[in-house]
């Protein structure tokens, strides 16, 4: 069965300091990846996809993400993080061909930022 | 612009009364969904839509109903709300063969 897991819940970076979310999934093939961002009292914004091809994928706000095939892995990063970037993230998974259309979320991780 | 919209943002409600968000979605997807956000508790899918008038039960769907009369239109309907219903709403809308969500920007609901 398809699952996403985000092992940490809660991060505490320092503002210029690096960024990495962790997000594992499973899945019986490459399935298709995203993160999300909420913002407090925002709705859900896409960060970036993958879908095929490069497996280093750049996305909006600085934010990349690389997938790892051999580690079911797609772990989110930022090389300076902005105060601004504190937020909620979700990391997604969708069935690769299927015409349903289902995403599978992480129970998401929620990132502040201290100045 | 394409877009979900959701309504309302905000809404307070006491047991027992009956209420609906509404979600509607200009972009002519045929797959739509409903999901709840708790804290710890990501997001979850309460129920989804592949076409009109076909639905099916997510991973939350008791004290939930949905309707798809049309394809741009999928509502959420609380018969009896509960306070375990107090939560954040999300309506989602998705291209075919697994793409991105296009979400609306939720609903706040508590029930008193």
């Known amino acids: 069965a398809q699952s996403v897991t985000q092992p940490d819940i809660h991060i505490t970076v320092s503002e210029g300091a690096s960024l990495e979310l962790r997000c594992n999934y499973s899945?019986?093939?490459?399935?298709?990846l995203f993160w999300y961002v909420q913002s407090p009292g925002q709705g859900l914004q896409l960060l970036l996809k993958y879908f095929s091809g490069d497996t280093l994928v750049q996305g909006i706000k600085g934010f990349e993400a690389e997938f790892k095939r051999s580690q079911s892995s797609f772990n989110l990063r930022k090389p300076s993080v902005h105060w601004s970037d504190a937020a909620e993230y979700f990391c997604g998974l969708a069935d690769r061909g299927s015409t349903l259309g289902r995403l599978y979320f992480g129970r998401g991780t929620q990132l502040t930022v201290w100045p | 612009e394409a877009q979900v919209t959701q309504n309302p943002r905000y809404l307070i409600t006491v047991t027992g009364k009956k209420l609906t968000v509404t979600c509607s979605q200009n972009?002519?997807?045929?797959?739509m969904s409903w999901y709840r956000q708790d804290p710890g508790l990501g997001l979850r899918q309460i129920y989804y839509?592949?076409?009109?008038?076909?639905?099916d039960k997510g991973d939350v769907p008791e004290g939930y109903k949905v309707s798809r009369k049309e394809k741009r239109n999928f509502p959420l309907i609380l018969e009896s709300p509960s306070p375990n219903q107090t939560s954040l709403y999300f309506c989602?809308?998705?291209?075919?063969?697994?793409?991105?969500?296009?979400f609306g920007q939720g609903t706040r609901l508590t029930v008193v």
């Open positions: 989602a809308s998705t291209p075919p063969r697994g793409s991105e969500a296009f």
């Open positions: 899945y019986g093939a490459t399935p298709y």
């Open positions: 839509s592949m076409n009109v008038e076909v639905t």
């Open positions: 972009m002519n997807h045929e797959y």
